[in-house]
């Protein structure tokens, strides 16, 4: 019984070192298409001349589409 104990203790402690790589790479690419909204927003603000309402709110909804998970500011949808 306590070879089982241990061997159960050790799969667990095993398995948490895959799983942190896993939502390392996961979190990359949340980062990654991130930084692409919002590039892609900034590239457009750059070829305006500013950021406009219908930018920012592209910007928005493409976050919030993407991030379902991110509440708006103020309890607002776009």
Not at 4 to 10: C, K, L, R
Not at 43 to 58: C, E, H, L, M, V
């Amino acid at each position: 019984m306590k070879t089982f104990i241990v061997t159960v203790a050790a799969l667990i402690l095993i398995m948490i070192f895959p799983m942190q790589n896993i939502q390392d790479i996961v979190n990359s690419h949340k980062i990654e298409r991130f930084d692409e909204i919002v590039y892609s927003a900034c590239q457009k603000a750059r070829t305006d001349g500013r950021f406009t309402p219908s930018n920012i709110s592209q910007m928005k909804e493409s976050i919030l589409s993407e991030f379902p998970d991110v509440s708006c500011p103020f309890g607002k949808r776009v």
